[in-house]
């Protein structure tokens, strides 16, 4: 079946980060999607064409797809629809870091009480645990009554801020319950992301989205293991790693950052989970994480260690976060798994002001995820710790010496995650600045989770 030849809809399950981006991709290229969604605000702004989250390109594209081309609805149709393709939120538990499908399942219960027949497509782009797609989308589509279902995997793998670009130019792995569905799922994507990769079936297909994910973990974990060794030996990890780089053919060490956002924090628990059902417990993914958790925890000692330095009353301070989404560049309004959350969790109530700017979150949920919600230049006034969690272009151009020196509370304290203002702040003798894999003027004291 080729998509250039069939009209009939595609049904997209879930219009967040993952599902918006793939519905407005394919309505731009001709094919009619029907875009399904729980949240009633959701729909309601997308009934407007626009958006409830940042993604540059989206709200531009809504504008310009005819009205029959991209619709939006509650549930599934009453009729046959040509793919269904799944794209709601996986999730672990936050505290016995096991999956939480509940969102997953409840989707496959709409699809299966929806007027399904054996030609109807089922794609699950969601990230679940290998074997989640077999033992629960399969086997509830079976109970159906659809003795040979079309069904595949199709995992996502784009980066939020570049994700409409990447949708095109990444191959699109594809993973089948026979070779049927995979030559169908690579018809429905076939114009959309021309590259495809087709693996053995489901597993592999579930697998090759988890390892990604906690391969990246791993990488970046190294290095943010290599700056928290270095800063107790009291060497510059940055100077380590750049000298352990430089015209050296092996793979390049990372630079140290907090690595966040939804997937990076929560498909090494999932593929962790897999592994364990099966019999394998995998410490690399685990170590990996556990240091990458480390991080905020780390930053909050630092600033109270250089409040306590400069002489300040911890429970008198007043501390700005910049940087509330988890990353800044590319830029995304997203604050799951951000660095902001769990700092604000332990400063919360141990500081007198817990100030938090960010250059696309919108200040009612910088104050949802638990911050006084500032523009720049208040938040600096009389500050006496700033916090920069990201590496938002916008902040190496707004937080100038002579800025920082005519607001903060001086001596003031300085944490930088990502070193955006070391060459800035290198030498100002009344800012204690600290920079993540730099060893501070003192080592600080342990802040339990």
């Not at 000298?243 to 090494?268: E, H, I, M, Q, W």
């Not at 109270?304 to 700005?320: E, F, I, K, S």
């Amino acid at each position: 079946m080729n998509p250039h030849s069939d009209p009939g809809p595609v049904a997209v399950i879930g219009l967040g980060y993952v599902g918006l981006t793939l519905a407005v991709s394919l309505a731009r290229e001709g094919t009619p999607v029907i875009g399904v969604e729980a949240d009633p605000a959701v729909r309601a702004a997308l009934a407007q064409r626009r958006t409830v989250l940042f993604e540059p390109g989206v709200d531009d594209l809504l504008t310009t797809l005819p009205a029959d081309r991209f619709t939006v609805t509650d549930r599934l149709p009453d009729t046959p629809v040509r793919a269904v393709v799944v794209c709601v939120g996986t999730a672990v538990d936050p505290h016995t870091r096991l999956p939480d499908l509940r969102h997953l399942s409840a989707a496959v219960e709409q699809i299966i009480a929806a007027h399904l027949n054996e030609e109807t497509l089922v794609v699950l782009r969601s990230t679940v645990p290998v074997g989640t797609t077999r033992s629960l989308v399969l086997a509830r589509l079976r109970e159906r009554g659809i003795a040979r279902p079309l069904l595949a995997v199709c995992p996502e793998r784009t980066i939020q801020g570049r994700a409409l670009t990447e949708l095109a130019a990444l191959p699109q792995v594809i993973g089948g319950v026979d070779d049927r569905s995979a030559r169908r799922a690579a018809d429905l994507f076939g114009r959309l992301a021309p590259d495809q990769v087709i693996v053995s079936g489901l597993e592999a297909a579930e697998m090759v989205k988890l390892v990604c994910n906690a391969h990246t973990d791993l990488i970046y974990g190294f290095g943010n293991e290599v700056a928290l060794m270095a800063h107790s030996l009291g060497v510059d990890a940055h100077e380590v790693i750049n000298a352990a780089n430089l015209r050296y053919p092996r793979p390049d060490l990372s630079r140290p950052g907090f690595v966040g956002g939804s997937c990076l924090t929560k498909d090494p628990y999932l593929l962790m989970s897999a592994a364990d059902r099966a019999g394998y417990h995998p410490p690399m993914v685990a170590a990996a994480r556990a240091v990458n958790e480390r991080l905020p925890l780390f930053a909050v000692e630092q600033v109270l260690d250089g409040l306590a330095t400069t002489g300040r009353d911890v429970g008198q301070a007043r501390v700005l976060i910049c940087g509330v989404a988890y990353k800044g560049s590319p830029e995304t309004d997203d604050i799951r798994g951000s660095a902001s959350v769990e700092v604000a969790r332990v400063l919360r109530g141990r500081v007198a002001q817990l100030r938090g700017h960010d250059f696309v979150v919108a200040p009612e949920r910088i104050g949802q995820a638990g911050f006084t919600p500032v523009g720049l230049d208040d938040g600096l006034t009389d500050a006496d710790a700033v916090v920069l969690l990201v590496d938002h272009p916008g902040y190496r151009q707004a937080l100038s010496r002579g800025a920082l020196r005519e607001r903060l509370r001086r001596p003031a304290v300085v944490f930088d995650m990502w070193g955006v203002l070391a060459e800035e702040l290198a030498d100002a003798g009344d800012i204690d600045y600290r920079r993540l894999g730099v060893p501070g003027r003192m080592r600080g004291t342990p802040v339990s989770a």
